[in-house]
């Protein structure tokens, strides 16, 4: 009998338990919660969110196309020379890695420059 009871009252209980769960996950899962901890670099507004990582999707497709054109122009280069040297390259042309919105201006130069054709995601 005592079993029947607890089965009962933990199905009585397990409302309350899952809405306290979920506002714990709530409060400690925000975007805003990681950014202030270092955990993010930036809150992306929600507007701008589908416009951002389709420009970041761009960016790291374009990136490592450059890095593997880098990497076969010369099999002496290890990947990691080659990502340092488009990451030289970035910051020559004044634009900052993770800048995706910058990037996406430049991306017709740059996958040209790489011998591809800059396409494949809209914004």
């Known amino acids: 009998m005592a079993e029947a009871a607890i089965k009962a009252r933990e199905k009585q209980l397990l409302p309350a338990y899952q809405q306290m769960a ?11 919660r990681m950014y202030s901890k270092g ?4 809150v992306v507004p929600w507007r701008e969110a589908r416009r ?18 880098v990497a076969s122009t010369d099999v002496s280069i290890s990947r990691r020379e080659a990502i340092s040297m488009v990451h030289a ?14 990037w ?6 740059a ?9 494949g995601v809209a914004p």
């Open 52 to 69: 951002f990582f389709a420009m970041r999707l761009k960016r790291r497709l374009t990136e490592e196309g450059l890095i593997r054109h």
């Open 39 to 42: 955990v993010l670099a930036g």
């Open 22 to 32: 979920l506002r714990f996950a709530d409060m400690h899962d925000t975007p805003q």
């Open 104 to 109: 996406g201006s430049q991306l017709p130069t």
């Open 89 to 102: 390259w970035s910051s020559m042309a004044g634009t900052g890695l993770h800048d995706e919105l910058a």
């Open 111 to 119: 996958t040209a420059a790489a011998g591809g054709s800059g396409g």
